[in-house]
């Protein structure tokens, strides 16, 4: 157990829908990623938060957004959800932002959408 | 060019075996971090080992080392005494130092993975 939480585990929803992934990072954390795996992208950034604000942002879609809040967990906003955009989610934390802190990666949110 | 490359889709092992998996990356940068994770089948990603660019020996946890030899720019896993747990998806990852790029400042780099298989 990394000590990062995410919920929901699974999410099922149509496509044009809205949901929000919910990300708990470790305790002590400052620092929460948020990353897509699907097949044939691999393991892609979408952003980094720290301390509540945003520090990156990698190849986040439009329809995408995401806060971190003043108790430091954040949540990444999915709407106008297509196909594509089925993949797992997963929510990383670090103790601060270096380049040679350590990633804990949640059990990740598996969204399917039909 | 990609930033982290592993070869290697899929390996097979022995049980009680070694096996390296190998990992090539590439970066401008003196300052850096090479990190393994392994995801299982149930689909979390955990930590495994890091290596940082600065560090003269190379880093171990456990049944885990990482072969570093920074002037290949290669940061293998050699996993000794294979368990049957061990078969999973191992990627290899790259953050990149503190420099302002804008959006490459905080990411973490993937490999596409090697899947490994232990056999009894």
């Known amino acids: 157990d990394s000590g990062v939480t995410q919920t929901p585990k699974h999410l099922i929803t149509a496509t044009g829908q809205r949901v929000t992934l919910r990300c708990s990072p470790r305790?002590?954390?400052?620092?929460v990623y948020w990353y897509q795996q699907s097949l044939d992208q691999g393991l892609q950034f979408l952003i980094h938060y720290y301390n509540g604000e945003e520090r990156a942002k990698g190849n986040i879609l439009e329809r995408f957004s995401a806060q971190q809040f003043p108790d430091l967990h954040s949540e990444l906003n999915l709407s106008s959800l297509e196909l594509g955009d089925s993949a797992l989610y997963f929510c990383?934390?670090?103790?601060?932002?270096?380049?040679?802190?350590?990633?804990?990666f949640g059990p990740g949110t598996r969204l399917t959408v039909l | 060019a990609q930033k982290i490359t592993q070869t290697q889709p899929g390996m097979f092992v022995q049980e009680k075996e070694a096996v390296t998996l190998d990992c090539t990356y590439d970066?401008?940068?003196?300052?850096?971090?090479l990190f393994w994770y392994k995801q299982p089948s149930s689909g979390e990603m955990i930590f495994l080992i890091y290596q940082g660019s600065y560090d003269e020996q190379n880093a171990t946890e456990g049944r885990y080392s990482l072969n570093f030899q920074k002037a290949r720019k290669s940061a293998n896993l050699v996993i000794s005494a294979s368990q049957l747990g061990d078969s999973a998806m191992y990627f290899c990852a790259m953050r990149e130092g503190p420099r302002d790029r804008g959006s490459t400042l905080g990411r973490l780099y993937f490999g596409r993975g090697t899947q490994l298989t232990v056999w009894p």
């Open positions: 970066t401008s940068d003196q300052s850096y971090g």
């Open positions: 305790s002590g954390d400052l620092s």
């Open positions: 990383a934390s670090s103790v601060a932002a270096g380049w040679a802190d350590t990633q804990y």
